[in-house]
C-alpha cells in the first residue's frame, strides 16, 4: 500500500515570497491533516479536512495561509506571503476517519525562510 | 496550546536497557496514541490506548493510562540502536473532533 506522498521535500525561499506545498494521502482515506512542526516540538494540527470539507481550521493563520482540497483527494498548503517563523516541517496525514484512528503520516516538507 | 507534556525531553540508554517515557495530559480524552519519528522523516503510529484501557501491549512496546491522573507511560523493552528517535504522545480530547494534539517529545538515543 503506498504511503502518503509529500513534495517537495526542501523549500528554501526568502521571506515575504510565497510557497505551496503538495500532499496526496493513502488511497481512501476520507480525512487529511496539516501540521507544522518546528524544531523541537511535537506537530501542530493547522487544518484539518473531511473529504473537502473543513473540519478544523482554528490553528491556521488565515491572513497568510491557505489550503484546499479539491475533489476530496489531493491537497495544497500555500503560505503567502512567507514570514521567518515559518521555517519548520510541514507535515501531512490522512485516516479513515477523524476519530480513535491512527493517523498516517508523510514525509514531510522541511521549509527554511531566509 | 500543547495538550501531553512529556517527561524526560531527552533519554540516553544502552541497548539492551528498557525506557520508559511518560506524558500528561489536561483534558479528558477519548484516547492516547503514541507516535515515533526518526530524524527527518514523519511520524509512525506505534500504539492508540483507549480511555477505558489501562494497558496495552505491542510487541516490544507497553503502555499504561491513568485516567485519574492524566498520564500515560510508554515502556519500551530490551532497547536497540534502531529504537534511536522521538517519541510523542498525541491525545484525541473529547469533544475535539478527532483532533489530536501532540506533546514536545522525548529524544531516545540507545547506544550500541
Known amino acids: 500500500e503506498a504511503g502518503v506522498a509529500q513534495s517537495p521535500r526542501y523549500k528554501i525561499i526568502e521571506k515575504r515570497q510565497s510557497v505551496a506545498f503538495w500532499c496526496n494521502p493513502i488511497?481512501?482515506?476520507?480525512?487529511l491533516y496539516w501540521y507544522q512542526q518546528i524544531l523541537g516540538q511535537g506537530p501542530k494540527l493547522l487544518i484539518q479536512f473531511q473529504n473537502n470539507g473543513v473540519v478544523d481550521d482554528s490553528q491556521l493563520p488565515k491572513d497568510r495561509f491557505s489550503a484546499e482540497r479539491l475533489k476530496g483527494v489531493d491537497s495544497t498548503l500555500k503560505i503567502q506571503p512567507a514570514k521567518l517563523e515559518d521555517s519548520a516541517v510541514y507535515l501531512c496525514?490522512?485516516?479513515?476517519?477523524?476519530?480513535?484512528?491512527?493517523?498516517?503520516f508523510g514525509p514531510g516538507t522541511r521549509l527554511t525562510v531566509t | 496550546s500543547q495538550q501531553g507534556e512529556e517527561d524526560p525531553q531527552a533519554l540516553s540508554i544502552q541497548e539492551g536497557e528498557n525506557a520508559t517515557m511518560n506524558c500528561s495530559y489536561k483534558t479528558s480524552i477519548n484516547n492516547l496514541q503514541w507516535y515515533r519519528q526518526n530524524s527527518g522523516r514523519g511520524l509512525v503510529h506505534l500504539i492508540l490506548i483507549r480511555s477505558n484501557e489501562r494497558e496495552k501491549h505491542s510487541g516490544r512496546l507497553r503502555v499504561t493510562l491513568d485516567t485519574s491522573k492524566k498520564s500515560s507511560s510508554l515502556l519500551i523493552t530490551a532497547s536497540r540502536a534502531a529504537d534511536t528517535a522521538s517519541y510523542f504522545c498525541?491525545?484525541?480530547?473529547?469533544?475535539?473532533?478527532?483532533?489530536?494534539?501532540f506533546g514536545q517529545g522525548t529524544e531516545l538515543s540507545v547506544k550500541p
Open positions: 496525514a490522512s485516516s479513515l476517519g477523524g476519530k480513535a484512528y491512527e493517523q498516517y
Open positions: 488511497s481512501g482515506h476520507a480525512t
Open positions: 498525541a491525545t484525541d480530547a473529547y469533544n475535539q473532533g478527532g483532533k489530536l494534539i
